[in-house]
DNA sequence: CGTATTTCTTAACTTAAGTGAACGAATTAT
DNA sequence: ATAATTCGTTCACTTAAGTTAAGAAATACG
């Protein structure tokens, strides 16, 4: 398991044994089963994350509805937006699956970061790199219709249409599930 | 209007004088008139920039269509995707108006953070708090509809409506022209 | 195993966005 | 200065998403 963490590492680093061992010693492996919250609106957590396993979603509650607005799985890493700007979050974070994670606390990684350089150039290339990948992902989404983010979905992520319920899928993609159905049933029609 | 740029910097790190200099003698100000194309489509260009005053913008070209989906205006930093990826823009960027801004070059960038790891931390920290703001932008554009968007955008951003062409505010309200008209004769009519 | 709950789909109706066209106003080019 | 183009708004019409409700399917749970 933790082989699949260092894989995602050597992409940005490389590490020494001794390097590994250091993060190795952290003990930051957790196990959580599905539906646990991980965090919940109003908290103040320092805690990252990064899904060795399964599938973990973020979501609002708004007027009283689930509002799904991002799903992370194998070999995604997630820093939620009350460790950075310590303030009280403003959503929930939940597990979809059975999964396995790392959980870092940031002041853990500040110290990290002090200590070993190398991590602190791996976070700063990691988060350049998933800041231009989100910039192209909210661009993708502002100039196309839910019809074309659900079939460019089918594309780029055709798991998550498998592994997450429908009604989750359908806030993601900026609609009311009955949109979704609808649309999904259209584009049935069309094909045949 | 160095000390804008250096304002923003204090941000995040503080600089002593011969830090000041370093960055002074890179040479870094151009003034651009309104529409310049800064980056077309298909380029490689390693440019990054940082807006001391005026207003820039992303836009696609789909199927002969601008499609406008960012504005970066004072204070605002950008690094454009191909500048991370090395591969060909998929985008434009140009002027909105006379602007005056830094322009840096990636192995430059490359250079002066390995020479000052305090470069490096100041990177990351920004990119981070970029990702989580843009998360935030994200979410919120995909948990509204265009009309609460651009109540929203009236609020954030009121400076944005005034200074920027209604057609290109509505590719980045995710509409067209004609319903980002429609939508403002209905809320005016909505207040009397 | 069967009941309760949640989830997904369908349908009818409402509301809002997309489309194509027209027109005046503003901007730009010559 | 004038012509040409671009821009913003309006309108009528089409298409698709929101809403409300109902029923079927899947899942959870005692």
């Not at 500040?110 to 989100?134: D, G, Y």
């Not at 219709?145 to 498998?162: F, H, M, V």
């Amino acid at each position: 398991m933790q082989d699949i963490l260092f894989d995602f590492i050597s992409k940005y680093v490389s590490l020494t044994e001794d390097e590994k061992n250091a993060i190795v010693s952290l003990d930051l492996f957790r196990s959580v089963e599905k539906g646990t919250t991980l965090l919940k609106e109003g908290q103040n957590s320092k805690d990252s994350y990064f899904v060795l396993k399964g599938c973990i979603r973020v979501y609002y509650i708004i007027d009283g509805e689930e509002k799904t607005t991002a799903f992370y799985t194998e070999m995604d890493a997630l820093t939620p937006h009350c460790v950075i700007t310590k303030a009280p979050s403003e959503y929930f974070i939940s597990c979809v699956e059975d999964s396995i994670l790392t959980v870092s606390n940031s002041d853990m990684e500040v110290e990290i970061n002090s200590k070993f350089p190398k991590f602190e150039l791996m976070c700063r290339i990691l988060s350049e790199e998933l800041l231009a990948k989100q910039q192209i992902d909210f661009d993708e989404f502002k100039t196309s219709s839910p019809e074309q983010r659900y079939l460019n979905l089918l594309q780029k992520r055709p798991d998550l249409i498998q592994r997450v319920p429908q009604h989750q899928l359908a806030s993601f993609l900026g609609i009311k599930p009955q949109s979704l159905s609808r649309l999904r049933a259209r584009i049935l029609e069309k094909k045949s």
